[in-house]
């Protein structure tokens, strides 16, 4: 690993919302490269089988219950990771959820809630952790989950994308408000990817088990609007992550990098059926 750059050993690394998907594979790809693990995520039993696979793989687990809408919890789960391990290296901002419902349609309470979870959970973790990687006088690295949502219009997910785009801007901003600390702030942006609450598993202990499944033919017209075919695997975020909060990145900070299939540079196109290329407004002629 020394030689590739991806060695992480002696790293400690945060993620929020780090028991299922996309923050649980974060979690066991840094751990898989060195790093020790905190996990942060509001259902302790996800947190305790996480840290059960960060230990099979060599390195030190410290899970922590928190709600990630409480900026008090937050603050006290990075203080607690702090006491812990003595230092902190790496944040992934991971967590956040939504709900499909026109703007219109959604109450002020819900669309709080979504601002509460999707951006204020990242401002003040964020917030809690900058202080602590400016003591170290290491640097170290921020990476937090955006979308693709972030990037093109979402009705129905409006307030959601909103926040998704906030992150990136936010991103961009504290690249350069870090830089001299060497402290390097970067986004990763799914889009379809396969995770527990997307298959209707969003609390309790992952199971694939009781997972919903789409048919056939849902499948099929799912994965034509993927230039590489299928969805995505959480895995293939938390390579990502690995690699931005790696040494091989020591250059980048500021960027947003769609982990997507290639849906962001899809944009208005498809696959038919009969698998040809072809835009959206044409679908129906094809």
Request: glycine share 12%.
């Amino acid at each position: 690993m020394n030689e590739t750059g991806l060695d992480l050993s002696g790293q400690v690394a945060i993620i929020t919302g780090g028991g299922g998907g996309i923050g649980r594979a974060c979690a066991l790809r840094l751990a898989d490269f060195g790093a020790d693990i905190v996990v942060a995520d509001i259902f302790p039993e996800r947190n305790a089988e996480v840290c059960d696979r960060v230990r099979e793989r060599g390195r030190k687990a410290l899970g922590i219950a928190t709600d990630m809408m409480d900026t008090a919890q937050i603050a006290a789960m990075v203080a607690n990771a702090e006491g812990e391990f003595g230092r902190i290296d790496i944040l992934v901002n991971n967590v956040g959820g939504v709900a499909r419902k026109m703007f219109a349609d959604q109450s002020e309470r819900s669309w709080r809630r979504h601002i509460d979870i999707n951006f204020v959970s990242f401002l003040a973790a964020t917030s809690a952790v900058i202080p602590i990687m400016v003591k170290g006088g290491r640097g170290g690295s921020i990476v937090g989950v955006s979308s693709i949502e972030g990037t093109r219009a979402a009705p129905g997910y409006a307030v959601y994308a909103a926040c998704k785009a906030a992150m990136i801007n936010f991103t961009q901003s504290m690249a350069l408000e870090l830089s001299d600390e060497a402290i390097r702030v970067n986004t990763v942006s799914p889009d379809h990817t396969i995770t527990p609450g997307g298959r209707g598993n969003r609390s309790g202990p992952v199971d694939p088990s009781t997972w919903v499944h789409r048919s056939p033919e849902a499948e099929d017209a799912m994965n034509r609007l993927i230039p590489l075919g299928r969805e995505g695997v959480d895995i293939e975020c938390g390579d990502a992550v690995v690699f931005l909060c790696s040494s091989m990145a020591r250059y980048i900070t500021g960027i947003n990098l769609p982990v997507d299939g290639g849906t962001a540079a899809a944009a208005g196109w498809q696959r038919t059926k009969s698998r040809k290329w072809t835009q959206i407004q044409n679908q129906a002629r094809e």
